[in-house]
């Protein structure tokens, strides 16, 4: 084990471990903690990394990455707030992923003043095509949050986003590729009822969802007007359109991101 780890991970679920992965691309510095220790092992032997154990990570990381739920965070600060506290004169940074836990929240279970980091990352980290939403205290600013994005900039890309608006901004980019997943399976039942195999049905259904995103974003389009340049007078499309619109798509969608936003700051309410 090293004197000091640029990252340091408590908590290695399917967010943290995607991250972890993405790290491991820009450095060789992580160190991982889990609540089972068999599981940070395995990870980091398969990234080159090391492993330790909670306290190991608050004392020995300049990023301490808590990638715990909403639920545990209160627990695993309480655990390590002492370790940090201990480190005053070289305070370390403190991301937290935890949906609905405010920086106020953290700093104070934490009960000492230090740099802190809010993320909201979304499962496409795992493949370097995510999009992580990011907040800071004063404490943060300016390098130490630049220096943090360095370290993990092979996840995606990382969009600033006032702390007022998280929760929304975490309903929409870190919940909906859920509703994105759901979407693209509807698409290829579609397929597989016109007579295309499930295999080709979900490759044509993914390829498109895919790239229509990236139209949207390297056009500067708005989507409506992309949506029209395919929708042929008593064509094809415009029909298919006329049933999403029948089946009132646009407000289910818009209805799910606003019931998740909500469900977010639930969770923050309960875990202050």
Known sequence: MKKNYSLGFIGIGNMGSALARAAVERTDS???????????????????????????????????????????????????????KGRIGNPPCVVSMAAGVTIGSIAEALGFDCPIIRIMPNTPVSI????????????????????????????????????????????????????VDIFTDALADGGVRCGLSREISLKLAAA??????????????????????????GGSTIEGVSVLERYALRAAVSDAVIASKNRTAELGKKNK
């Open 128 to 179: 370097g095509k995510g999009v992580v939403l990011y907040t800071c205290n004063d404490a943060a600013k300016g390098a130490i949050t630049d220096r943090f994005i360095e370290l993990m900039s092979a996840s995606g890309e990382f969009v600033p986003l006032d702390e007022s608006l998280f929760d929304a901004g975490s309903a929409l980019s870190g919940c909906s590729p859920a509703f």
């Open 30 to 84: 992580l160190l991982l903690s889990c609540r089972t220790p068999e599981k940070a092992k395995k990870l980091a032997d398969t990234l080159g990394c090391d492993a330790g154990d909670n306290i190991c990570v608050a004392r020995l990381s300049d990023y301490v990455i808590l990638g715990v739920k909403p639920q545990v965070i209160g627990e695993v600060i309480s655990e390590t707030a002492d370790t940090l």
């Open 208 to 233: 498109t969802v895919a790239g229509a995103a990236e139209l949207i974003l390297k056009s500067k389009k708005h989507p409506d007007l992309l949506r029209d340049e395919v929708c042929s007078p």
